[in-house]
């Protein structure tokens, strides 16, 4: 009898989350696959190189994989909240929760977002906030985002992850790092660009590192990222230009301790191979230590 | 009254063995369609049913020497009356006695028969009655303003069946009897309580043994004359249209009465003992009549009905004498002690003058008044749709039906400052629907009515994976409308238009409308 009458209560209502509305605050959230490292396509096999292999470019592929997890650790919070209807509807805003979080027992999980319009009733801004508590303790912030412009694919934004926040409820993982990590994004234009801002942090696999990534529409761009060397034991900061095909240069520096060592030059092609060596330092492997080492020729650089 | 009794008590003096060496021929004809200016009938195509069914089980005809037309044209029932006649030409000149038999149940007027868009002068068929190859030609006609059929140049109807002058003739019956279900100037009456004209009804109700007045197992042309005739002016003496007299022309030379049915080939049935007294009706497994027993204590009665289950009731005072019967090749009594006794609202003969059924695909779209509704989140879909409907079940004219429907499309959503956002949605209707139809011709029928629906949307953007499926569903009450012009038989093009209230409260509250159009084809189930 009780389900008869649920029954026929649930046919008596108007139900259903059939909203322009909700789509037009979830298209200004912006995507994984959006705010990605896309590097040219690798290669697909190593032909013999005349230098050598191009292994520091190599490394910007491994350190474009490891902010492409991170970023994906940052919205994949954002993302849980695209397949849940909204808990309450205002003009101007959505809420969804609180409710429980599953992965953390103890933990309500309360996520708001609010938006402005221009006089056009175009929306210029919005803003985004994953809160968290453990009650009765109050709900503090574990990821703020201010989008900017109508829709993501077009848009500004930055999303800050508050780690500290996430330790302090006692939900945070070990490789998380200790501070707040910061994405800003500008799909405004050509280029499209990217950064991850771990500056004060370590984590994701990341040294800390204000990482950046450009690309332009027509496959060509330019990344900046860091990693440490095991050969040297230093730190690299590489600045690398490549076009769409995958041919590229780069421009690295060494911190080795206290002492900086740069700049570096090294130009590739389209197959992976070093076309060009310009390495006071000796610090590039095919230079086998000889100081100053100059390989191949720059005109061969793209 | 008294012409139609002294038929019976002629008849009654009368017994003659009219089966033997007889050939029968019978022409059943149905028709529910009378073209311009008439109303479609609602049971002519059953009681022609009926005829045919004890004519060919009691009457005597077999089945290849029986036609049973529905849905005629005049053309057909000429070139059937030539058939028939033919047929009968052949058997008298291997010196059978021939009889032929036509029955029609349809429009009359303006001293035609109409059948559909044709017609067909009552003279012309009873010339061609007068004129067919047989012994004994009977014409039964079932139909407004049929009793023109008897006014005959030349010929005048008799007070009664001169049959005891007829028995003095040392030869077998020969010649013309013409029965109309009413005068010339009078309407034909169908009745939604029995599910039948009055007249075919009583008819039949005789022929299968209630006018067995003799009681020699044998129903005369006279006895169902003079049955038909007293149970049809008693019945119809309180409607609205006043009673209906049948009327006949007999012009039978020869010796004694014609034999229309015979019961004792049919060896089941219902016996109703001398002691019974009242009237019995009994019902078919649709809760149709079938017949009915005006049964006088002191005489028993028999009714050769066909074997099968059957209801029988009887009303006592404020309440009804009921019980289920079923006839096999043994006759079974129906005593009043065996019967069980209920309240009046059990009667299961209400609504018996039988539901319609019917069947309409169809196929249309929906519009939403409201332009920013139309904007993705309910734009314009194409539907296809099925619907059961049930005519005459509720009330005469009134009908109701169950529909389903699914349809969906494609559609652009567009958000400002949004780059537009493909969508691709479904839609998925259930409604309950009451109309009330108004015959405006034979074949055009315009309805009017209420629908209750149950709404099912969805969506999704295939172009953005990001975005989830959304749904919304609710209840629609609204109005509708249909044109329905009937082509056939039993298919019917129906254009149908809908208006819907709808309610929508995920973005606010706002109350939209919209409408549904929808062009179909109708199928009449049972008929």
């Avoid at chain 1, 590097?39 to 013999?48: D, E, H, K, R, Y």
């Avoid at chain 2, 006649?85 to 028969?113: F, N, Q």
């Avoid at chain 2, 404020?318 to 289920?324: E, I, P, Q």
Wanted: glycine share 10%; net charge negative; proline share 5%.
């Amino acid at each position: 009898m009780r389900s008869v009458c649920s029954t026929l209560l649930l046919l008596a209502c108007a139900c259903g989350n059939l909203s322009n509305e909700d789509v037009a605050f979830l298209v200004a959230i912006p995507q994984k696959q959006q705010l990605h490292v896309q590097l040219p396509a690798q290669p697909a096999a190593q032909n013999a190189c005349a230098i050598g292999p191009a292994d520091i470019y190599a490394s910007a592929r491994t350190t474009g994989d490891s902010i492409n997890a991170g970023v994906d650790a940052i919205l994949a919070l954002v993302d849980s909240i695209l397949g849940v209807t909204p808990t309450s509807r205002d003009v101007d805003s959505r809420t969804w929760g609180p409710f429980p979080d599953s992965q953390h027992p103890g933990v309500q999980v309360q996520v708001v977002m609010t938006r402005e319009l221009d006089a056009s009733g175009t929306p210029w801004r919005f803003v985004y906030t994953i809160s968290a508590a453990r009650p009765p303790g109050a709900f503090i912030p574990l990821l703020e985002g201010e989008f900017f412009g109508a829709q993501a694919r077009s848009g500004i934004g930055r999303v800050t992850l508050h780690f500290e926040s996430s330790r302090q409820l006692g939900i945070a993982k070990p490789t998380d790092p200790a501070q707040p990590a910061r994405i800003y994004y500008d799909l405004s234009s050509d280029p499209h660009t990217v950064s991850l801002d771990l500056t004060s942090n370590s984590g994701f696999g990341l040294v800390g590192f204000d990482y950046a990534f450009a690309g332009y529409a027509d496959g060509h761009g330019r990344f900046d990222y860091a990693f440490p060397d095991p050969k040297s034991g230093c730190l690299l900061e590489v600045t690398t230009n490549f076009t769409a095909r995958g041919a590229g240069r780069d421009v690295f520096r060494a911190l080795c301790g206290a002492v900086v060592l740069g700049d570096v030059q090294q130009c590739w092609d389209v197959g992976g191979c070093l076309t060009f060596v310009d390495d006071p330092f000796a610090l590039t492997a095919q230079c086998n230590g000889l100081k100053p080492c100059l390989l191949g020729t720059s005109t061969a650089c793209p | 009254m008294n012409r139609a009794r002294a038929l019976c008590a002629a008849a009654l003096l009368t017994a003659l063995p009219a089966l033997a060496s007889e050939r029968r021929f019978a022409l059943v004809v149905g028709d529910s369609h009378g073209g311009a200016g008439t109303r479609p009938l609602r049971y002519a195509e059953r009681d022609a049913r009926r005829m045919y069914g004890i004519l060919t089980r009691l009457g005597g005809v077999r089945a290849e020497d029986a036609r049973l037309i529905t849905d005629a044209t005049a053309e057909q029932v000429r070139d059937a009356i030539v058939d028939l006649g033919a047929l009968a030409a052949a058997a008298r000149s291997h010196g059978d006695e021939t009889v032929l038999v036509v029955y029609y149940s349809g429009h009359a007027k303006d001293g035609d028969l109409r059948l559909g868009q044709t017609r067909m002068p009552l003279t012309e068929l009873r010339e061609a009655l007068q004129n067919a190859p047989a012994d004994v030609r009977i014409g039964l006609l079932d139909s407004c303003q049929s009793g023109a059929i008897t006014r005959a140049k030349g010929i005048r109807p008799a007070p009664a069946f001169d049959v005891q002058k007829a028995a003095q003739s040392s030869t077998r019956p020969h010649g013309l009897v013409l029965i109309a279900s009413s005068s010339a100037d009078e309407e034909s009456q169908e009745s939604d309580d029995i599910g039948a004209s009055f007249f075919t009804h009583y008819l039949a109700s005789g022929l299968l043994g209630d006018a067995d007045t003799s009681g020699d197992g044998k129903v005369t042309l006279a006895e169902a004359y003079a049955y038909a005739y007293a149970r049809t002016v008693g019945e119809t003496a309180e409607t609205r249209a006043g009673a209906q007299h049948p009327v006949y022309l007999y012009d039978l030379g020869g010796a004694g009465d014609v034999v229309l049915t015979e019961l004792s080939p049919a060896r089941g049935g219902l016996v109703f003992p001398a002691a019974a007294e009242g009237v019995y009706v009994v019902l078919d497994g649709s809760r149709r009549a079938v017949a009915e027993v005006a049964k006088v204590r002191g005489d028993q009665r028999r009714l050769a009905l066909a074997p099968g289950n059957y209801v029988v009731k009887k009303r006592e005072g404020d309440s009804l004498l009921l019980g289920d019967v079923s006839v096999s090749d043994a006759p079974v009594e129906i005593a009043d002690a065996r019967l069980s006794r209920r309240p009046l609202s059990d009667d299961p003969q209400k609504g018996a003058s039988g539901p319609r059924f019917s069947v309409l695909g169809t196929g249309g779209g929906q519009f939403f008044f409201d332009a920013a509704a139309r904007n993705g989140l309910f734009p314009p879909a194409a539907l296809a749709g099925v619907e059961l409907a049930t005519r005459d079940d509720l009330g005469h004219q009134l009908a109701w039906g169950l529909d389903v429907a699914v349809g969906g499309g494609a559609a652009t959503l567009t958000l400002p400052g949004v780059t537009p956002i493909e969508e691709r949605f479904l839609e998925l209707g259930a409604g309950a629907s009451l109309w009330r139809d108004f015959y405006m011709s034979d074949s055009l029928t315009f309805s009017l009515g209420a629908r209750l629906a149950f709404l099912y949307l969805a969506r999704n953007f295939q172009n953005h994976p990001e975005l989830p499926n959304q749904n919304f569903f609710t209840l629609t009450p609204g109005a509708q409308t249909a044109l329905t012009w009937r082509f056939s038989n039993r298919w019917s093009a129906v254009a149908r238009a809908r208006v819907n209230y709808l309610f929508y409260n995920v973005d606010g509250s706002q109350n939209l409308g919209y409408a549904e159009f929808a062009l179909g084809v109708d199928y009449a189930l049972g008929l």
